[in-house]
């Protein structure tokens, strides 16, 4: 069964911005941590930004200043801002976490990003 669908992932252009979005099955309210994580062809998966306990934000130093993690008001939606494509922002990307009624974090299946020049 699928717990967390990624979506708003394609093309964009270098320099240009896309938003993608985890949502939670059942508008499920998400618990922190949650997380973003990418993985290009080739390379490890690395994560590149989470919401922890108080909401404070942590971000890889590749995507600091350029990616930005929120949530919708009602918790049941991830969110990932990214300002400033660069190529190698390229890959597939998933989120992570647990939302109320599951007993333990998942992963979504993953998006696929492309960063066109």
């Known amino acids: 069964q699928v717990h967390l669908v990624e979506s708003g992932g394609g093309l964009v252009q270098a320099g240009g911005s896309l938003r993608l979005s985890c949502r939670a099955s059942n508008g499920r309210v998400i618990i922190n941590p949650m997380a973003w994580y990418r993985q290009a062809p080739g390379k490890q998966r690395e994560e590149v930004a989470s919401?922890?306990?108080?909401?404070?934000?942590n971000y890889a130093d590749s995507v600091q200043g350029r990616f930005t993690i929120s949530s919708d008001k009602a918790r049941s939606t991830l969110y990932l801002q990214m300002n400033s494509r660069k190529p190698e922002d390229a890959g597939i990307y998933f989120c992570?976490?647990?939302?109320?009624?599951?007993?333990?974090?998942?992963w979504g299946q993953g998006t696929q990003v492309t960063v066109s020049s």
């Open positions: 992570k976490g647990r939302a109320l009624g599951w007993g333990h974090a998942y």
């Open positions: 919401i922890v306990n108080g909401d404070s934000t």
